[in-house]
């Protein structure tokens, strides 16, 4: 096929398969699960989903964002707060303790599991918060389609999954062309904040802090791990204070499993580029 003729039959291919209802495949950083709810949790989404929940125009795929989809924090939420973004929000553990502690900042929660996501609203109505919304979306494709650059103080990656057998790992979030849309979201001097219990994914992690061009890594140094392949070299950050102890992470403790933490820090875009600037950063964020 001539290289003119590709471009016209892919466009092709793309429009048939929304007009017949087709989402191609594509590789994924999670896996799919079901998306049908119990009962109980039914009710929960019919009654309580229209006030947390964000609903999007789709592109090919219930995980989807059309690429006209923009969020805007001040329409979502109401008001001007400091916004974290979480990918992967499970069950809302995290994020709906977050929102409790601290109601002056806002929380946005990227997920796929729909059961996940009425756990969340189900938690959140229970606590009485508002600061919390949720879509359903995989983030690493809406990240680089919803948000305007520079919109988020803090991002937060716990536990994603780390696809452990070796030919699936290019399925994994944190790679090295994931980092850089998430530099584009975040604020000068804004926090990505990173947790895995899988040792090897930890190696990723830091590595891809330490090789974006965007990033420095408070902690660069610190805390080596004698399982590393590199045991004198480290780069990893305390545990997080914020950070609540899910059934995620206690299933991996009772496995015999360690965490590692890591930091990323935005460095301020006038910057880029200057290896002598100076990263004050050591995770001070309020979020406690």
């Known amino acids: 096929m001539s290289a003119a003729l590709r471009p016209t039959l892919e466009r092709h291919t793309l429009e048939t398969a929304r007009a017949k209802g087709v989402f191609l495949a594509r590789t994924k950083s999670f896996t799919r699960r079901t998306r049908e709810l119990p009962p109980n949790l039914q009710r929960t989404w019919d009654e309580h989903s229209s006030r947390y929940l964000i609903e999007v125009a789709r592109g090919l795929g219930h995980t989807s964002v059309a690429d006209d989809v923009r969020f805007d924090p001040l329409s979502l939420f109401g008001r001007s707060a400091p916004l974290t973004i979480e990918i992967g929000s499970g069950t809302g553990e995290q994020i709906v303790a977050a929102a409790c502690r601290h109601p002056e900042r806002d929380y946005l929660a990227f997920e796929v599991w729909v059961p996940g996501i009425a756990k969340l609203i189900s938690k959140a109505v229970a606590a009485g918060v508002d600061n919390i919304r ?14 305007d650059e520079a919109i988020a103080e803090e991002i937060w990656t716990f536990f994603p999954d780390p696809w452990r057998k070796a030919r699936h790992r290019k399925r994994r979030l944190v790679c090295e062309s994931f980092a850089p849309d998430i530099a584009r979201v975040l604020v000068d001097g804004g926090i990505w904040r990173l947790a895995t219990d899988w040792d090897d994914y ?31 070299r480290g780069g990893f950050a305390p545990r997080f204070p914020g950070r609540v102890v899910t059934h995620f992470e206690t299933r991996g403790l009772d496995a015999g499993r360690s965490v590692h933490d890591l930091v990323a820090v935005r460095i301020p875009r006038d910057t880029e580029g200057d290896v002598t600037a100076p990263v004050n950063e050591r995770d001070e964020s309020p979020q406690r």
């Open 202 to 232: 930890a190696w990723q992690m830091r590595d891809v802090i330490e090789s974006c061009a965007f990033f420095a890594n408070p902690y660069e140094g610190e805390r080596p791990d004698r399982a590393d392949p590199e045991p004198t």
């Open 134 to 147: 949720v879509v359903e979306a995989d983030a690493q494709l809406a990240l680089p389609i919803v948000f």
